[in-house]
């Protein structure tokens, strides 16, 4: 059974950073396709990043040049390193782990709160 525990959340204020982690266990994470997702209240979630098993990555045009994701599977951990923060940025973060056609494996989130 694969586990999915992200941590790192906080509260920051606007322009700070913060880096998340995600540490998988059950599965080498060298298998799967790896992103963060968030959802801000009210909000629906939303891809934020992914990296594949070749550490192609991708981004959200909203976090785009801010956010860098990076993998490491010696260790089966995921961060999300986040830089120049903005108040719209608050939600709680998930990390997900692919499945054969999409992100199933969602870990339980952390908070990510940026004041103004």
């Known amino acids: 059974q694969v586990h999915l525990v992200e941590s790192g959340g906080g509260l920051v204020q606007t322009g700070g950073s913060l880096r998340l982690s995600c540490a998988a266990s059950?599965?080498?994470?060298?298998?799967?396709?790896m992103a963060w997702f968030r959802q801000a209240p009210g909000k629906e979630r939303e891809f934020v990043a992914s990296?594949?098993?070749?550490?192609?990555?991708s981004y959200a045009d909203s976090v785009k040049g801010r956010f860098t994701i990076s993998r490491d599977n010696s260790k089966n951990m995921v961060y999300l390193e986040m830089n120049s923060l903005k108040p719209e940025d608050t939600a709680v973060y998930y990390c997900?782990?692919?499945?054969?056609?999409?992100?199933?494996?969602w870990g339980q989130g952390t908070q990510v709160t940026v004041s103004s």
């Open positions: 997900a782990m692919r499945g054969t056609s999409r992100y199933e494996m």
């Open positions: 059950g599965r080498p994470l060298s298998w799967h396709d």
């Open positions: 990296t594949s098993t070749g550490s192609i990555t």
